[in-house]
């Protein structure tokens, strides 16, 4: 920022408001630091320098952007409309092969959910321990829920995708009324001039456009179903919270003392411990293979590419087979979660015989159903999550699509627009003026 260089004050303002704000926020999360998680903070020195290219100088639609002006080559980035439409294009393919990776570790987590549960794990096991403390397994998926956000990030998910969806809606509206006012224009014209209106009717023309309007909508209209469920869901699970906000101290306090004698030190009890932790282990490793699966969304090397595709320096099925080769490389991934969870679910029901026989007739009720809805909060809790983390995303990638086909919708009124006026003024008549509001 120091070393920017521009002569446009409204620039060199902004930029000086933005090194204010920075210092700002790093004050703030020095103390937060100190004072929360005592720990140290990196030196202003120490920070990793900020790019140019990351600022972007918002101006008037009036001026016009062609013209040049002081520094404005070091902030000012265009993406190509062409650009712009092939990334949708490849988002599209790409999501495909996502969703459905997806959709297979999401079905192997719940597999597994379902296997545990059928043996009454994990609170069997917690309920007859002796041990007067929250279980580490336990605290580690309770802290981990902390650490995300707790109850208020699915709150603010859920404000987030109602955002999201009305901004779809409103650019649905918006290509929809573009092309009905087009379209009944140019039937009033017709009505009007009869054959001398010798152009091409909008109705032979806007049928394709018309007809992906309304795919959007009928996918909007399908995942809003949805977006009804996780809302209902979000206020019903309110009181399955009621544990997950406390401290692993609190937690404790409100743990029922054991009533059984302490059978914790058998060894099918370990190897099960064992086993349900690696499972615990396994399905951190498949949310960095989901994070991992998006980042691939949006890699610099990937519009890099598109850049190239759009000016006709590279094939766009060369391009995008690169691109999306990389989401079918994590196979080897799938398989290997898939072999890992066979593996640890058979050592799961090797063990259960032993175990079954050990706490038959001592196992803790009172204890076991504090654990369950301990459990129970934190499934619902990841899976409504899981619901709204997925609606986000879908949303946000409809919205490029519908700001592409706005666009394009946008050129295809304003060229019908001007053949119109050079029609209407041919047949003595006087052209309509130039309305963008009405786009």
């Known amino acids: 920022i120091n070393k920017a260089?521009?002569?446009?004050?409204?620039?060199?303002s902004a930029l000086k408001d933005r090194k204010k704000n920075i210092k700002k926020e790093y004050e703030d999360a020095k103390e937060i630091n100190k004072n929360v998680y005592y720990e140290g903070c990196?030196?202003?020195?120490?920070?990793d320098k900020i790019e140019s290219k990351n600022y972007t100088l918002h101006r008037s639609i009036q001026v016009k952007l062609d013209s040049e002006f002081p520094?404005?080559?070091?902030?000012?980035?265009?993406?190509?409309?062409?650009?712009?439409?092939?990334?949708?294009?490849f988002h599209q393919e790409a999501n495909q092969i996502i969703n459905q990776n997806v959709e297979t570790l999401l079905k192997l987590s719940a597999d597994e959910d379902n296997f545990l549960t059928s043996f009454g794990l994990p609170q069997a096991i917690y309920s007859i321990s002796n041990k007067q403390e929250i279980p580490d397994d336990l605290w580690n998926r309770v802290s981990e829920f902390q650490q995300k956000g707790n109850f208020a990030y699915?709150?603010?998910?859920?404000?987030?995708?109602?955002?999201?969806?009305?901004?779809?809606?409103?650019?649905?509206?918006?290509?929809?009324?573009?092309?009905?006012?087009e379209e009944q224009e140019d039937a009033a014209l017709k009505a009007t001039y009869g054959k001398s209106w010798n152009r091409l009717p909008s109705t032979s023309l806007n049928s394709e456009m018309k007809s992906r309007v309304e795919s959007y909508n009928a996918n909007l209209q399908k995942a809003m179903e949805t977006d009804a469920t996780v809302e209902s869901n979000v206020e019903a699970i309110k009181p399955k919270m009621q544990y997950l906000q406390l401290s692993r101290n609190e937690l404790t306090q409100q743990m029922p003392k054991s009533k059984s004698a302490n059978t914790s030190s058998s060894p099918c009890i370990a190897n099960l411990e064992e086993a349900i932790e690696q499972l615990n282990n396994l399905k951190r490793e498949r949310e960095g293979l989901i994070a991992k699966m998006t980042g691939a969304l949006s890699s610099a090397d990937l519009r890099r590419d598109l850049f190239k595709v759009n000016a006709g320096e590279m094939k766009r099925e060369k391009a995008f087979a690169s691109h999306l080769s990389k989401l079918q490389t994590n196979e080897e991934d799938f398989e290997t979660q898939q072999t890992k969870s066979s593996e640890i679910l058979s050592t799961i029901d090797d063990n259960m015989i032993s175990f079954t026989e050990l706490v038959s007739g001592s196992e803790d009720n009172e204890?076991?159903?504090f654990f369950k809805s301990i459990d129970s909060g934190l499934k619902v809790y990841y899976d409504n999550m899981n619901l709204l983390q997925n609606g986000d995303k879908f949303y946000k990638q409809m919205y490029e699509y519908l700001t592409s086909l706005h666009l394009y919708i946008v050129d295809?009124?304003?060229?019908?627009?001007?053949?119109?006026?050079e029609l209407v003024e041919s047949l003595g008549g006087n052209p309509a003026p130039y309305d963008p509001g009405n786009w």
């Open 5 to 12: 260089s521009t002569n446009n004050p409204r620039t060199e």
């Open 42 to 47: 990196a030196s202003l020195d120490e920070l």
């Open 71 to 89: 520094g404005g080559e070091n902030f000012e980035v265009f993406l190509p409309m062409g650009v712009r439409k092939l990334e949708a294009e």
């Open 154 to 181: 699915l709150q603010s998910l859920l404000s987030g995708v109602k955002l999201n969806r009305e901004n779809c809606l409103n650019l649905v509206q918006k290509c929809q009324k573009s092309l009905m006012d």
């Open 367 to 369: 204890k076991t159903q």
């Open 412 to 421: 295809f009124v304003a060229s019908r627009n001007v053949e119109k006026d």
